[in-house]
Nanobody, 120 residues
Framework: QVQLVESGGGLVQPGGSLRLSCTAS????????SRWYRQVPGKPRILVAS???????YYIPSAKGRFTISRDNAKNTMYLQMNDLNAEDTAVYYC??????????????WGQGTQVTVSS
């Protein structure tokens, strides 16, 4: 079994920064894609950023130039550096890993979510 533990959320003023972390533990043979999603009440969870094993990176348009996704394979940890935050970034942020288990199964795992609130 794989567990993802997130940290780094909180309350920040507009224009401020936060760095989210997501650390995976358990049996992992390989990680294909690391993703960050966010969700606000009453709306679907949406993809914010992703990074593939080959290093391919995607951001939603509103995150380009402000957010940076990265990973540290040695630590099984992924990050989302968020700068110049605004109220529209307020949401619960979830990490997601698409990975290969030692049993050669490809599976998705989710973190527990961390609240990011941007407010003055």
């Amino acid at each position: 079994q794989v567990q993802l533990v997130e940290s780094g959320g909180g309350l920040v003023q507009p224009g401020g920064s936060l760095r989210l972390s997501c650390t995976a533990s358990g049996s992992i043979a390989d990680i294909y894609v690391s993703r960050w999603y966010r969700q606000v009440p009453g709306k679907p969870r949406i993809l914010v950023a992703s990074i593939t094993a080959a290093g391919g990176i995607y951001y939603i348009p509103s995150a380009k130039g402000r957010f940076t996704i990265s990973r540290d394979n040695a630590k099984n940890t992924m990050y989302l550096q968020m700068n110049d935050l605004n109220a529209e970034d307020t949401a619960v942020y979830y990490c997601n890993l698409n990975l290969l288990t030692p049993d050669r199964e490809r599976k998705d795992y989710w973190g527990q979510g961390t609240q990011v609130t941007v407010s003055s």
